[in-house]
């Protein structure tokens, strides 16, 4: 069975920063885009980050761009979310997600089919 | 304020149908763009309800179904079930923005 594991959340002062990673297991990583969603608390899902299967090409929300980076390691069946210069609004739960298998386009990778249980940021000021 | 708008609450009884709808503009569902809904209960995490408009993935009832019309997009529930208690998300992608969306969500409630 296909599975997601994220892990490194945490509390971290306003301005620090923080690398999220997610772990893959039960599929064929490197075939698959991976996608990076956040929820803060008691609002909806916001989209943060996808990267194609190869890891050559990224989208980033333009409200994140310039502080976070995301990045993969096919070998290691991980990808990983780096985000700086925290602020308060950043606190959220994480999600990675696998996309479909497609081409190079976000529009045909941006959904997400299985998602790990996610992560808990939390940037206190 | 979501670029894709959807209403914050919908109810009905036990057996009704619902709709929801997911409202865009011409750079996004207006052009053509795949519209993803998701399924998300209190405190767990969303799963994908439909995909590319209209498809389901295994497992999903068939009583989800999704539709799309010019710059708008529905979920439709028919026989509401008291398990269908839950957040429904649109998804879709912006192309002046270049951006994936999600709409703001809404809170389906069984009377």
């Known amino acids: ?125 | 304020q979501s670029v894709l708008t959807q209403p914050p609450s919908v109810s009905g009884a036990p057996g009704q149908r619902v709709t929801i709808s997911c409202t865009g503009s011409s750079s996004n569902i207006g052009a053509n763009y795949d519209v993803h809904w998701y399924q998300q209960f209190p405190g767990e995490v969303p799963r994908l309800l439909i995909y590319r408009d209209a498809s389901r993935p295994s497992g999903v009832p068939d009583r989800f179904s999704g539709s799309r019309s010019g710059t708008a997009a529905s979920l439709a529930i028919t026989g509401l079930q008291a398990e269908d208690e839950a957040d429904y998300y649109c998804q879709s992608y912006d192309s002046v923005l270049n951006a994936v969306l999600f709409g703001g969500g809404t809170k389906v409630t069984v009377l």
């Open chain 1, 1 to 125: 069975e296909a599975q997601l594991v994220e892990s490194g959340g945490g509390s971290v002062q306003s301005g620090g920063s923080l690398s999220l990673s997610c772990a893959a297991s039960g599929l064929n990583f490197g075939a698959y885009p991976m996608t990076w969603v956040r929820q803060a608390p008691g609002k909806g899902l916001q989209w943060v980050s996808t990267v194609t299967a190869t890891g050559a090409t990224n989208w980033y929300a333009d409200s994140l761009r310039g502080r976070v980076i995301i990045s993969r390691d096919n070998s290691k069946r991980t990808v990983s979310l780096h985000m700086t210069s925290l602020r308060a609004e950043n606190t959220a739960t994480y999600y990675c997600g696998k996309g479909p298998v497609g081409g190079g386009l976000l529009q045909d990778i941006m959904r997400v089919d299985i998602w790990g249980k996610g992560t808990t940021v939390i940037v206190s000021s």
